[in-house]
């Protein structure tokens, strides 16, 4: 394992993308989301994700120059065309309109349509923590996860994100999938040749599929599922799970009348690789409109600190609350960097070498 200095892989990053034909502004943003990630210990999403990008820049199914056209704004809301641009520059600045919405009406949120992959949900909602204001970011996301009684995988993962400050050193951030797992851990163990643990996702008969690399190559064919949370049963609650992701669903593709469901596979008509056209939903909640900040941060702590001191499970030591492990493990990623196991650095070197940037000197 390598670790690389938070700096010098963060400008490494907003160079490949410049190099890819992002403009300068928006590459810092795009590098800006993927560090975040890497510095909260979400390996999925941070430079593990690099190559990705590139390819589908190179592929011409995403575009470098993000044009963002304004569908509808009223007052408090606002629906965005982002036209297959950059998800995180079309992000950043949905939610950046929905905190100036807030700020004036109290509530802000702006729905985005035919947008791409943008990174981790909670770099958004912490746009809105830091304004003081709580934070709600949703996206769907290629078909991967199979609703409760089926084996077809016709639902993304479907994040859910809720962000609001606290009297704490760090907010309450809760940011995870409506699946056991996401698409991006098992891409992950596919870096780290590791087995994908029993229970994530189902084979067309039902059967556990643990083979990681067979997993991806068929959660492509549509022959694989992800499991919702919940796993396979009602009474293990994979209903819940499922009916979240179905809300997800909702929230970002009928409100901005954009794609859902299978048309999100990145493929069109001929089966060639096409954009995913994701849909997007960003909310912000200006407390100073519903109570005093400071009275709010204290109750939010206080909910923190009550559930952190609840009587500990036998064998275990510790109780954490949503964002807490991520504010510890970006105090120790700081001092020693970012961990870079040689399948991951065989990706990077892939794109030093074809862009013709040597800025890490791996050697």
Not at 36 to 60: F, N, P, T, W
């Amino acid at each position: 394992m390598r670790y690389l200095p938070v700096d010098v892989l963060h400008n490494f990053m907003q160079e490949v993308f410049i190099k890819l034909g992002v403009p300068q502004t928006d590459a810092q943003i795009c590098s800006d989301v993927l560090i975040a990630s890497d510095l909260k210990g979400i390996e999925s999403h941070g430079v593990g994700r690099l190559k990705m990008y590139y390819d589908r820049i190179q592929a011409k199914i995403q575009n470098p120059i993000t044009n963002i056209e304004v569908i509808r704004d009223k007052f408090a809301t606002a629906v965005w065309d982002g036209n297959n641009g950059m998800g995180q520059v079309i992000s950043q600045k949905a939610m950046q309109t929905a905190i100036d919405k807030a700020e004036k009406y109290g509530l802000g949120a702006v729905a985005v349509r035919n947008s791409t992959h943008f990174g981790i949900c909670g770099y958004y909602a912490e746009m809105a923590i830091k304004q003081n204001m709580i934070g709600l970011v949703f996206s769907n996301a290629r078909p991967s996860i199979c609703p409760t009684n089926s084996v077809s995988p016709i639902l993304g993962t479907n994040p859910i994100c809720f962000g609001a400050p606290t009297d704490l050193p760090y907010p309450f951030l809760y940011d995870a999938a409506t699946s056991i797992s996401q698409r991006g851990k098992v891409e992950q163990l596919a870096r780290e040749e590791k087995e994908t643990p029993l229970g994530w996702a189902i084979d067309l008969e039902g059967k556990s599929y643990t083979d990681t690399k067979g997993l991806l190559i068929d959660l492509l064919k549509q022959k694989a599922s992800m499991l919702p949370l919940g796993g396979t049963e009602e009474i293990t609650g994979s209903h819940k799970g499922y009916g979240l992701a179905t809300a997800v669903e909702i929230i970002c593709a009928a409100l901005q009348n954009g794609n859902y469901l299978n048309s999100l596979m990145g493929e069109d008509e001929q089966g060639k690789p096409a954009p995913y056209c994701l849909g997007h939903f960003f909310m912000a909640i200006n407390i100073d409109f519903f109570t005093d900040l400071e009275n709010f941060k204290k109750v939010t702590g206080s909910i923190c600190r009550d559930l952190q001191n609840a009587q500990l499970f036998p064998g275990k030591t510790r109780i954490y609350v949503a964002g807490e492990k991520e504010y510890e493990i970006e105090q120790k990623v700081r001092k020693q960097g970012v961990p870079i196991n040689p399948n991951l650095e065989k990706n990077i070197r892939f794109i030093q070498d074809e862009l013709s940037i040597d800025l890490l000197h791996l050697d």
